[in-house]
């Protein structure tokens, strides 16, 4: 994967802006999510909201160190940006640390919560909840190395190590040993055996509540929620009791909930009036991405929800997977979808 020649180039005071509207309280983010949050997704969800905090899908340790391409490549405009890594090797995890640091990330984040057999497989992920002491030497090890956050995303428990003791062991110790300050919590437990990861996502109940107690319980720390919040109504809900709110698949399935998210959580001003202002947005870094050899398919795949429940949108969708694919594809294919769609 190649690294946008705007990544040395971008406008720094927005930047630093930006980076502070991550840290405000109320923080908000999308997700990291495998297959989904690459570069061309982030930049487009860049163009909905200005503070949205965004996430790289994971970057396991041996994929950075030993994968071909480069899985730290990005944008400028895409900050406030987290990188989110999966491992479980403190000396490799501060290596990996280092050089997310040196390459300009805001914030590293430490995968503890995916619950995938590949992943298990590699001491990775959620598994990880059963070894606190592993993950508190990881972040140790991490925070030692660079002066970043580095924050951890988990669940309630895992298997029938759910017991709301059994989190706040492990909230304690990665807090106390690891100097972890920040966790985001997926408010259902995970099932290692016998669920697929996206059965994991739906069929573990949710437990906001249990969240909400480990705030309470420890107070000094910042505590994000995850897991069923579909809307910035429910976002603002769980505001009132928690520090941040991260939204996944709800978000990129459905991106245009993030319009109006600048104006209703930060009080600042949206960047955008509406959907289709989005893929004028989109247009100069398609063009550019189209030159240097992108098929028009890896940035419009992220798209096809933008005009979800209007209108037209179905035909937009269909537009866009029936013909973007082609080398050819150029702006003119999202020119022609767009004028399926009825918007304002």
Known sequence: MLESPDHQNAHRPTMESNRLASLAPGRFSVAPMLDRTDRHCRFFLRQLSRRALLYTEMVTTNALFH???????????EHPLALQLGGSNPD???????????RGYDEINLNVGCPSSRVQHNCLGACLMAEKD???????????????????KTRLGIDEQDSY??????????????????????????????????????????????????????PSLRLMINGGITTLKQARAHLQHLDGVMIGRAAYNNPSILLRLDSELFGTPDPLPNQASAIDAMLPYIEKE????????????HMHG???????ARQWRRYLRENAHYPSADTNVLIKALSYVQHN
């Open 67 to 77: 994968g071909k391409g480069d899985y730290l490549a990005y944008n400028d405009a």
């Open 306 to 312: 933008l005009f979800q429940g209007l209108p037209g």
């Open 92 to 102: 490799v995890l501060a290596r990996a640390a280092k050089t997310a640091q040196e």
């Open 165 to 218: 003791s059994f989190l706040c062991e492990f909230i304690d110790t990665v807090s106390t040993s690891g100097g972890c300050q920040t966790f985001i919590i997926h408010a259902r437990k995970a099932w290692l055996k016998g669920l697929l990861p996206k059965e994991n996502r739906k069929i573990p109940p949710l437990n906001y509540g249990r969240v909400y107690q480990l705030k309470r319980d420890f």
């Open 290 to 301: 189209l030159y240097r050899g992108t098929v028009l398919s890896r940035i419009t795949r």
């Open 134 to 152: 592993r993950v508190a030497a990881c972040v140790s090890a991490m925070n030692e190395a660079v002066s970043l956050p580095i924050t951890v």
